[in-house]
């Protein structure tokens, strides 16, 4: 195992009716600014719940926050977070909301010229407006990391820092029932993949973090079908295992002391950028062929993944690779995702320009071992045609 310094303080309040808890959490006279996206909440009464729950508490709303938030929507929640002398923001919604609303809290108290400098330019982050959080999506994990991926002028870049943190996010899974199944999908399959880069490497004996990481592979494989399936597409138990998973598959826990890939994520996030592909859309197609190129230097994890996650431990190691290989693209599909570029309209014609972009952001040396440069990048995109 690697070295490791590891501290999530994130408080978790986990099932149903816990939206009530946000009274605890939020100091009575602190006044807050209630961040959320395109109105679910108000069609599925989880703003009617979240009023209920601050009728103490002095609040205001920031409405809009974008899929991919957008740097030009996020920054017109400074002004109001100004003249209403905002302390705590609440944020509520998926992971777009919460990115969103965490480089709001960091741009709100920013010294520097200008917000984007955050991210572009590394501008230190010296404080940061304290951040709450309510999970409409299982997905991206960000209610409990240090996070968020922006986007501006076509540039979808990431940003990191501990006072980012959520202090406390809720985890209700009731609140998951309103979404479509292609939002389930996608949230499945992006806690997998966030799952499978920060386990499908090179076996460095992390043997907690290994077999953590195979439980959350297996849970989302056996719960995430049930949560499109008819008969049990309402259970809440279902929806409250793919919640947590999804969370934990990226909140520090199974990436401490294991080497990283990551190239899948930076690739998709390009895919997003240029074609408005979902996250999750962009991973479906890019994971396997990562794995099928990059199969050698990922073999003793590949064995180790077919054998305990898709029970293949006889026969030719070859085949065994293939198979898991072949019955992960089964799983993207059976959640019905893409695993071809082509399934979303992508030719063969747009792959010099996706590499452009990969070198624009300087994204040339991807990987667990930095090995996935360019040409490997290409070669992957190639496969996943
Ligand atoms: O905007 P509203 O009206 O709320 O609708 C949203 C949105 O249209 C809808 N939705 C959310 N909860 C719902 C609901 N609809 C009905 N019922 C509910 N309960 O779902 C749509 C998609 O929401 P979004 O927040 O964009 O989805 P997701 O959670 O998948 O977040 C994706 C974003 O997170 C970033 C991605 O790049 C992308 O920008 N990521 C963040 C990470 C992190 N911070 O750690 C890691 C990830 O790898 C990822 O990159
Ligand atoms: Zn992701």
Known sequence: MLNFSYLNSTQIHFGEGQIATIVR?????????????????????VYTQVSEALSQHEWFEFAGIEPNPQYETLIKALPLIKEKQIHYLLAVGGGSVIDGSKFIAAAALFEGEEPWDIIAKRGKIKAALPLGVIVTLPATGSESNNGAVITRNGQKLPLNHPLIRPRFAILDPSLTLSLSPRQIGNGVVDAFVHTIEQYLTYPVNAKVQDRFAEGLLLT??????????????DDISVRGNIMWAASLALNGLIGAGVPQDWATHMI??????????DHARTLSIILPATLKVRRESKREKLLQYAARVWQLQEGDEEQRINDAIRLTEKFFRKMDLPTRLADVGIESSDIENIISRLQAHRMTRLGERR?????ISREILQMAL
């Open 25 to 45: 959490e939020i100091p009575a006279d602190a006044r807050v600014l209630v961040l959320y996206g395109g109105g679910s909440i108000k069609k599925n009464g």
């Open 220 to 233: 989302l494989i056996e719960e995430g079908p049930k949560a499109l399936a008819p008969k049990t597409q």
């Open 268 to 277: 998709g996030h390009e895919l997003t950028a240029e074609f408005g592909v």
């Open 371 to 375: 090995e996935v440069t360019l040409d």
